[in-house]
């Protein structure tokens, strides 16, 4: 159950970091109030996880895969260009999160 918290954690932060944009500078209300209820339950959730996983690991794997979701998500919806630097930085934090839970963090 710990990880589908931190799934779903995961999930919240990305909807939160790709409303950013939209909020303008937190002038756009509907926006700001769909990233504060975004985030808010992306910490609320990320809590029940470190219950039960390590916060490290489950630190690790949210950086890892929000990082790589938004990294996607700027690509395909909000017009931010995709190059080799980007691709390889990511693949090296993902690759990060997988020795951290292969190294017996938990």
């Known amino acids: 159950m710990a990880y589908l918290y931190l799934l779903c954690a995961i999930s919240a932060e990305v909807i939160g970091t790709s409303l ?15 990233l504060a ?14 219950r039960d996983i390590p916060v490290g690991v489950a630190y690790a794997v949210w950086s890892g895969l929000g990082t790589a979701a938004i990294m996607a998500i700027g690509a395909a919806f ?23 839970n292969l190294g017996g963090a938990h």
């Open 20 to 34: 950013l944009k939209a909020t303008d500078g937190f002038t756009r209300l509907w926006p700001t109030l769909g």
């Open 37 to 50: 209820v975004a985030y808010l339950s992306a910490f609320g959730l990320l809590a029940l996880a470190v």
């Open 78 to 100: 909000l017009g931010e260009p995709l190059n080799p630097a980007k691709v390889v930085g990511a693949g090296l934090v993902i690759a990060g999160v997988v020795v951290l």
